[in-house]
């Protein structure tokens, strides 16, 4: 039967089994590739909308991050450079 001789021949050297399908090496590197490529591309265009979006907002974005209760010493510690 077809469960007898999947189970005596089992998948090919390299390969991975599962669920009754055998994954060669090349097959899970080039899923992998693809799935971090989408992630690393997903992750760019999120930064990029939002900085897109904090610096459309008007005003400050300092100021809108901090709110209108902040403390001046948190605002010039924000803003200057390092």
């Given at each position: 039967?077809?469960?007898q001789?999947?189970?005596t021949?089992?998948p090919?050297?390299?390969a991975?089994?599962?669920?009754?399908?055998v994954?060669?090496?090349e097959?899970?590197?080039?899923?992998?590739?693809?799935?971090?490529l989408?992630?690393v591309?997903?992750?760019?265009?999120?930064?990029?909308?939002v900085f897109?979006?904090?610096?459309?907002i008007?005003g400050?974005?300092?100021d809108?991050?901090?709110?209108?209760?902040?403390?001046?010493?948190?605002?010039?510690?924000?803003?200057?450079p390092?």
């Open positions: 039967s077809m469960q001789r999947r189970k021949s089992g090919a050297p390299g991975g089994f599962c669920r009754g399908v994954i060669t090496m097959a899970m590197r080039s899923h992998l590739i693809k799935r971090v989408l992630s591309s997903v992750a760019v265009g999120v930064l990029v909308l897109a979006l904090i610096h459309l008007p400050d974005p300092v809108v991050m901090l709110g209108e209760r902040a403390q001046a010493a948190y605002r010039t510690g924000w803003k200057s390092g």
